[in-house]
């Protein structure tokens, strides 16, 4: 099975890697304000991308045993020597078995 992503199209989930775990982490003080809750965990798991003028993640993030929240999360491409990151959301509640489902931004 392929492992490369269509232009407009959402890849298959994989493992979290670092770049994607270093990007959540990066993601954790916006989403600990946008769900009201402080996370003493907060571990990439797995993530889906899609190549949308820059990358968009969907990205599963382990909080808690069994407790998992999804973000979502835009990079620009590289211009000026600069790669602008933006959240785009965070869904709480999610459970490991959960698929990672594109959600509208906030």
Not at 23 to 36: H, R, W
Not at 58 to 64: A, D, E, G, S, W
Request: charge should be neutral; aromatic fraction near 10%.
């Amino acid at each position: 099975m392929s492992k490369e992503v269509t232009c407009g199209g959402w890849s298959e989930t994989r493992p979290a890697n670092e770049e994607v775990s270093a990007l959540s982490k990066l993601m954790q003080k916006i989403a600990e304000a946008n769900t009201n809750r402080k996370f003493n965990e907060f571990k990439a798991i797995e993530y889906r991308s899609q190549v949308v003028g820059g990358m968009k993640y969907l990205i599963k993030v382990q909080v808690r045993e069994n407790d998992y929240v999804h973000l979502q999360v835009f990079q620009s491409p590289l211009q000026e020597g600069k790669i602008e990151t933006k959240f785009e959301g965070v869904q709480d509640g999610h459970k490991r078995d959960d698929p990672l489902e594109p959600f509208k931004p906030f």
